[in-house]
C-alpha cells in the first residue's frame, strides 16, 4: 500500500496538483468518479456492461482508488488500517452466523 500511495503522490506532486487537493475537493472528487464508475453499469444488467465496458470500468475505478488514496493522505489516514479495522466493525454488525447468504442490513438481522 505504502509504494502504491507514494506512486500516486510522485504523480501529483510532478505536476504540482497538492495545491488543489484539499479534503472537500477530493471528497467531491471521489464522488464524481464514483458516479462515472456507476454510468458504465446504466441501462445494463451487470453482465452487458462487464462485457461491453470492462475497460472503461477499469479506468473508472482507478480514478475511485486514486482519489481514496489522495484523500486518505490528505487526512492523515493509514488506508490498510482503516480498511482493517472496518472489517472489524463490519464482523460485529454481520456476525457469520445471522448474516451468512444474507442481504439484510444488520439492523434487520
Known sequence: ???????????????NWS????????????????????????????EEAIEERMSDIKDELAD????SILLSNELG???KEAILQKIKKNELKYPVDKAFN???????L
Open 64 to 67: 475511485v482508488i486514486i482519489y
Open 1 to 15: 500500500m505504502k509504494e502504491l500511495t507514494e506512486k500516486v503522490l510522485q504523480f501529483r506532486n510532478e505536476r
Open 77 to 79: 489516514i493509514d488506508p
Open 19 to 46: 495545491q488543489f487537493h484539499n479534503p472537500k475537493d477530493l471528497a467531491i472528487s471521489l464522488t464524481l468518479e464514483a458516479s462515472e464508475l456507476l454510468e458504465n453499469f446504466q441501462w445494463k444488467t451487470s
Open 102 to 108: 444474507s442481504k439484510k442490513k444488520y439492523t434487520e
